[in-house]
DNA sequence: TGTTATATTAACCATATGGTTAAACCAATC
DNA sequence: GATTGGTTTAACCATATGGTTAATATAACA
């Protein structure tokens, strides 16, 4: 099993990531995230200070990997209708993927958004392609040449991005309610590109 | 000041929710929510016999809220029309008058979704204007006479619960991407409002 | 006025939890 | 083989926390 070398800190981070997704800050215990690292409790402030740190640690980490996926879409010859097509199919592509991510990251927007939101722009200004201006410029010119319908780049980018996140956290609710079971998870993130596609074109685009 | 006459037990509950929804279940202190309702903390265990009770006391409160208004909107005249604007308009607005309501749920939805989910089903069962089926049923047959472009009940639900409950939760983020500020919350809401209502109608109306 | 049922509190308790320490282990290097 | 520097652990510690208790205040009522 070559995958056993992974370092302590590595399998510390993984453990911990887990066990911050699943309780949320408050909720996670120090002792459960070693014992799911397969080590002692006392390597956790060996390698990470304390709590808060390892916390803090894990959330660069998971917001890195989310801003460089989603850098990687805006170009300059971004299209309104390839950005409608493109930002859901990654987000929820990799919403389904990493669901701790979106544990993680939606705790943190509820309950402590200040710090969250300090962390995304530090990580975003060390970002030469996704410069808070760069998209938000972009969407200004689109409704400047009468290509999308939506004149405030604010609520433009909010309609896009509630439509992708919510397909995740929402499933169970509106299952609850409907009493509609998706049968296999594949297809149902399929479909929801699908129909969260569509309405974006439709509703947004000129 | 008449308020002060509020029994003991309303005090609780309502420092309850202020402390659940700031802290999360976990991070909430029960000391915490004696002091907030400026009361000695046994009696917490007086009136509920323990935390998880008083969560779940609270939780019941607040779905209970939401369902009822809610259930309102639905009538067997609704047109997909009326209904994509006034659902988003309630739900915009009653979320941003009950912040702590969204928060406590929107957590639970997250973290500990089976739960929240039974007691959803548990309200929605109570009432006889928002049975799963009617509602559902009634969307179908929108689609079955042409009226919306959205075949699956499940997704066109979605979509619009997506839009009209992100508006709350994402706004920090999306303000921390952009950059953009608002001026007032008030503002916000009521454009917010207005650019979901014409997404959606443009986006699934036929 | 005495009795009773409900409300309220200060003082406790057992345990869980983040964090520390000092000693041991282990690989590399001299 | 001794030294050194990073790694790992068992045993601790102080404090926070959910929950309990026993005694007291209060209001209702007979």
Redesign the pocket.
Known sequence: MAEKIV???DAILAAARREFAARGYAG?????IARRA??????????F????K?YQTILHEVMGEFFTQISGLITPELTPALFMERFPELYIRLCADHPDFVRIVAFDLIHNPDNICAVMAGIISQMTSFQPHPLFELIRRWHGKGLISESDPLHFMMNIVSLSIFSFIGKPMVEAISGIRVASDEDFYRKRVMSVVNVLKRGMLK
């Open positions: 370092s302590s800190r996670a215990r120090m002792e459960a397969g080590i002692n409790k006392a390597m956790l402030f060996y390698y200070s304390s709590k808060e390892l």
